[in-house]
Structures are given as C-alpha cells and as structure tokens.
C-alpha cells in the first residue's frame, strides 16, 4: 500500500502539566492542526501554505517545527521522494497550547502514511522532538508526546509512556486573548533554584503520579501544584493568580500554567464541574480586561490520526 | 491491655533512594537499633543508657532524637506518664544508613506500645519527623518513612505511602569506615541548581516511579540515579565512582549514595547479584584504603516491630 497524499490531525496539549516541567503533557480535545502531506518527485520539503489561526509562519521547512520534522523522518528513513505541506494551523500561537508541537506532529502522522513502511506512532518522537526544537531553542517532549499517543503521558528524551488517569477526569483550559512568548518565559527560570523547592515539587511530582497510577483523586490534588515553575512565569500572566483562585474555588484537583502561558488549566472531577469552573475562569480573566475562551477536555483525549488518505489506485483494494 | 515496659527494633535504611532527595527510602534487613522505654511516674522522657555501636549521643531528651520523638508523642497524646528510654545503638553514626532516625522511630515503637490507646504505625510518623530533625536539622521523612513501614517508601512531609517494588529485587549496601557528617554533606547543596539538571532529575523520579507501579525493571534502571544532588556529593566519598563502577558493572539497575554517604547502595535484580556486587563494591572501596562491609537486603524489608513486651498481670489475658 503506497499512498501519495495524506491528511492528519494532531490536537492541542498542555504542557508541563503543573507539576512535570518539560516531562509530562496531556492532549485536549478539540483544536488542533490539520497538516495534508502528498508526494513529490523534488527531494526535501516543500511548505506551499500556511493557512488558519497563525499564517506569518517560516516557510523555510528549516526554520518550520513541521518542515524540521518531516526533513528528519525522510532522512532516516532514507526515502527516495520529497513531500509537500500543506498546513492548517487551528491553534493560536504563543497560547501555550502547543501550537508549534501540533504542526510537527501533525505533518510527521500525514508524511509517515506516505512512506513504503510506515513507522509506529511512537517512533516518530525523536522526529516531533527534533521539529519542536526549531520553536523552543530546547528539545522537550511534553507538547509532541501528548499529541502524539493522547492522554497524560511521561515524556523522557528518548521515550514516551502513557500515564493512567482515573476515569471520569476533566481538564478546562482557559486560553486569554495575550501572548507569551516561549523563549521570554524561559529566561524567567534563568536563576538557579534552590534544594528545598525542588525537593517540594519532586514530593508533588512522586504524589501526583502515585495518584495516577493508583486512581487515587486525592493524592492527585495532593501533588497537582507547581511550586518551581510558576511563581516565576505568573507575573507574565494578567491576572493569573485570580484566574487560579477561580479553578480551586470550583473545586479543581490543582491548576497551573498551561505550556509557557498565557492559557491556565484545571484538573476536574466531571466534566460538568470543569464546564463551571472554565466559565469562573474566563469570567476571571475578563475582570482582568483579557477576554478569553474556555475548553474543557477529558484527560482521556485522543492523540493525533489520520483524516483522509488517497491512495493510489492500484493499492485502493486496501484502503 | 496496658503494658509498662516495651521494646522496639527499627531497621537501618537507605534515604534519598538516589532519585528521591528527602522524598524516597527503602528499608534494608539487618542492622538497627532496639530501645526499650517503661513506663515511669516521672514526667517527661529520661534517658537512661546509650549502649552498641554508638555511645557518646546527647542524653538530654531535647537534643536526642528518640528523646524528642517520644516526647512529641507524650505530649500529643497527654500521656499521664513518663518514660525511660534504653536506647541499643545497632547502626553506626554518620553512615548514612539512618542510624539517628532508627532511634527514634524504635523509641516511638515502644513508647506507643506504652500508651492506653497506642496509635497506628503510620500516625508516628509526624513525631518521628519531629524527632529526626534533631539531628539533621530539617524535616525530612525519607528515613522514618521506611523505617515505619517497611520496603519503598514516598514520604511527603505530611503522609507516607508504600510505593511497590518488583518482587525479587535485592540492595546491596556497602558501608565504608568513613564519617560524613549530615551537615556537611548538606552545604554541598547551598548553591541554587539549574532548570536544566532539576528537568532530568524530574525525569528519572518519573520514571523509575513509573516502573515501581507497572514492575517493569527497565524503567527503574531509566531512573535509578542521581544527577542532581549525587554530583555535588561524591567527592565526600573517598573512592565513590569506583565503588559506584564496580555496583554498575555488577549488573545494578542504578546505584548511588545512602543518605548523605558515606554509605553506597544498589538495586540488583536478585539476592546472588546484590551479593556478588557488594563483594566487588567492598574491594573497591578497599582499594581506596577504607575498610567496608557489605548488607545485602530484600528490599520488601520490614520495617520496625515490637520484640518483647511485659504486660501487667492484671490484663495479661489480652497479650
């Protein structure tokens, strides 16, 4: 089964998760980037359009986290055939909401279905990693592995593991209308830290994912809190600390920073509490002069798949 | 069923676990100390000898470890008595194997055994905390925690938690005549760490977490070490990367160091690995010109128990 032209969709994810700062990630549902890849007889990668919520992106596919990513899957795999992008950007940039990641993720899901032996799913991590390195400056996984496999997942350099989530959890996730850029907030972390916070936030870290592992809410809000991370990059959130008081007053397992920012998440016990919760949570920005938009997700999202494929007539009979 | 007079043995243990600075421990079989207390009409705590491998500890109640504990407990509990503590010292002093720890969890053993009402093992654990920070001059529970309760353990300053190993995994634990003095071994760690290093630390907590609650013994050996706090901390140990080496090249999953050292340990997958490392860790230090013995440990090791108790006549129908 050869295919010339695919078609993927990789969802938006929120990275850090609070407690695993560029280690753990979840995917939410509903947004996301559509990327299309077809067949070339001109090697390398060619971006023809940028089309969506962000279009100003490079188009140089070396300076483009999908172009990086799929240069990197097609020299390893050594194919002998370019491939055309074509990408339909459905995540707002600088949200925090993996934006750069879903397009990387996106284009290696359509541009794999293409080669002669598609690699599983997970195999295409070190590519994701390598085309999410063009956007950050740092190679971290807790954007692409999400997006790739779905639902909570542990994102080392070299691999990715799904991690359980007690059945039932609902994440919302408020994005304001505000820009954070990744590389700005990065440098908020510049200064070293000291033994006795990381100790905090390595005890929050071990809770958390004893929760996880034994469906236990409560050592989940036990854990669920960024003591490392967040007092530094709240300031560059208007209205973050509100915002955050207003996912725990609608009784969240924690909430923290989404990504880099702006966007601020919560973990929930039902959908319909992360539903008023995220109403809270826009309403709070809003008393900020932010507006902003609400997503509430399982945290049993999907991960990125296949939407269409043509394929090449002789081969239809297993399409 | 009221009892005058019990005794206690806590097992020696293995802080840090390498991964887990003041989070994580594991008990290991073997050494420990054994305290008596009885019950006396004298208020407060008494100690009334310090005997075994140590004997110059403080025996004023409020610079004693077991002494604190026990009065944190006594006065928790308005206990309308007071106890005289016999304190058999199984664990050397400064070895990193929890030897001031031990003493007060088995003091709280006894003493608990003691009270109208005793409480669950896992109640001690705020007065053993108590009574640990006497010496190490911070609240951590990665000593008690184990010592409580056996095997692997996650303590939070709040609440521990047995966290499950694969059954079949055996420590060696290598101790050296050495003596790294706690506080010393803490200025080591005054300088602030980097993002940087706290993500791969973060990182293998994850993992080797990961693979406690899933058995799989390749991500423990992912996780299993230290690149936060073990730099910093090795050139305390005379000979520590040879010793470190000879455990590796033994086939462990991780090694590193037992507390604040001088102590060594490591995780094997069966008791005639651990032996045969231990050996070979031994020599090393050896060849360093320190003298060292080698425990080998379940690490399901149990953790602190009463060994003797004399009950009052009048209710001996419930001992």
């Not at 023809?48 to 100003?56: K, L, N, P, Q, Y």
């Not at 172009?67 to 795999?77: P, Y």
């Not at 915002?243 to 601020?264: F, R, T």
Request: one cysteine or more; glycine letters at 12%.
């Amino acid at each position: 089964m050869t295919r010339d032209r695919a078609t993927a969709f990789a969802p938006a994810s929120v990275g850090n998760a609070g407690v695993g700062f560029d280690l753990l990630g979840f995917a939410i549902e509903g947004p996301g980037d559509t990327v299309t890849a077809r067949r070339s007889d001109t090697p390398g990668v060619i971006i023809e359009s940028i089309t969506g919520t962000v279009t100003d992106l490079p188009r140089d596919p070396e300076k483009n986290t999908a172009g990086k990513a799929v240069q990197a899957l097609l020299d390893v795999t050594r194919a002998q055939f370019g491939v055309v992008l074509s990408i339909e950007k459905g995540i707002p940039l600088g949200s925090g909401l993996g934006g750069s990641a879903a397009s990387a993720t996106a284009a290696l899901m359509a541009a794999n279905a293409l080669l002669d032996a598609p690699l599983d799913v997970a195999d295409l991590y070190p590519f994701a990693l390598a085309g999410e390195a063009v956007a950050s400056g740092s190679v971290h996984g807790d954007n692409v592995g999400p997006q790739l496999l779905g639902g909570l997942v542990l994102a080392s350099p070299e691999h990715l593991f799904r991690i359980p989530v007690p059945a039932g959890l609902y994440a919302a996730v408020v994005h304001p209308d505000h820009v954070v850029e990744t590389r700005a907030a990065r440098t908020a972390l510049r200064d070293g830290f000291p033994i006795e916070t990381i100790v905090a936030q390595q005890t929050r870290l071990a809770l958390f994912l004893s929760g996880c592992f034994q469906g236990d809410r409560n050592l989940i809000r036990a854990g669920l809190a960024d003591v490392l991370v967040e007092p530094r990059r709240a300031q560059l959130i208007p209205g973050f600390g509100e915002v955050k008081q207003a996912a725990l007053d609608h009784g969240a397992l924690g909430a923290s920073i989404s990504g880099a920012g702006p966007s601020v998440f919560g973990w929930f016990e039902n959908q319909a509490a992360a539903r008023q919760a995220g109403a809270a949570m826009v309403a709070a920005f809003g008393r900020c002069g932010l507006p902003a938009t609400a997503l509430v997700s399982s945290l049993d999202a999907p991960g990125a798949c296949l939407i269409e494929n043509r394929i090449r007539p002789n081969h239809a009979s297993r399409a």
